[in-house]
Antibody
Framework: QVQLQESGPGLVKPSETLSLTCTVS????????WSWIRQPPGKGLEWIGY???????YYNPSLESRVTISVHTSKNQFSLKLTSVTAADTAVYYC?????????????WGQGTLVTVSS | DIQMTQSPSSLSASVGDRVTITCRAS??????LNWYQQKPGKAPKLLIY???SLQSGVPSRFSGSGSGTDFTLTITSLQPEDFATYYC?????????FGQGTELEIK
């Protein structure tokens, strides 16, 4: 059974960089796309971006100038960096696996981690 | 961006009822549509992919249909554990976008 676990600081100061890591267990990171999705408190879901295990990335254009997703295959991990954060970036951040069956869908998710942007 | 609009935004129903949630895309997405269920404090769970394919382990009372711009999620014979928020999501192009969610409440 594939499991994902997010880790990283729960509090980030405005203008600083949010950094999260997702550790994948129970399966290999190879052969899949890996994604970050966030959800502000009480609101809906926003897709941040994908990375293919080979390193190819796809970002949401609304965040692209501030986002970097990278993969660390030897550690079975991938990570998110979001720069110049503001209060609007406060959200639960989920990592997820994107499987393909002719199309991509998110079949495994981490439990989510709340990141608050505040001084 | 492709806008995904769900209706209704909230819905009250009773155990045993049949409910239908609708998702409309702002342009054709063929069958590139997925449905998720989210319970409070939990991550979303994949129910349906490619508009009508049931994810492994999901009860058969859940079904999806539609293509192009209009899609539906149907739950037959609601169970207590089905009361949750449901989201549609398109995988047709970048950025991937979700509907605003439909909260299914107990009547």
């Amino acid at each position: 059974q594939v499991q994902l676990q997010e880790s990283g600081p729960g509090l980030v100061k405005p203008s600083e960089t949010l950094s999260l890591t997702c550790t994948v267990s129970g399966g290999s990171i190879s052969g899949y796309y890996w994604s970050w999705i966030r959800q502000p408190p009480g609101k809906g879901l926003e897709w941040i971006g994908y990375i293919y295990y080979s390193g190819t990335t796809y970002y949401n254009p609304s965040l692209e100038s501030r986002v970097t997703i990278s993969v660390h295959t030897s550690k079975n991990q991938f990570s998110l960096k979001l720069t110049s954060v503001t209060a609007a970036d406060t959200a639960v951040y989920y990592c997820a696996r994107a499987a393909t069956h002719g199309m991509l869908f998110f079949d495994y998710w981490g439990q989510g981690t709340l990141v608050t942007v505040s001084s | 961006d492709i806008q995904m609009t769900q209706s209704p935004s909230s819905l009250s129903a009773s155990v045993g009822d049949r409910v239908t949630i609708t998702c409309r895309a702002s342009q054709s997405i063929t069958s590139y549509l997925n449905w998720y269920q989210q319970k409070p404090g939990k991550a979303p769970k994949l129910l349906i992919y490619a508009a009508s394919s049931l994810q492994s382990g999901v009860p058969s009372r859940f079904s999806g249909s539609g293509s192009g711009t209009d899609f539906t999620l149907t739950i037959t014979s609601l169970q207590p554990e089905d009361f949750a928020t449901y989201y549609c999501q398109q995988s047709y192009n970048i950025p991937r976008t979700f509907g605003q969610g439909t909260e299914l409440e107990i009547k």
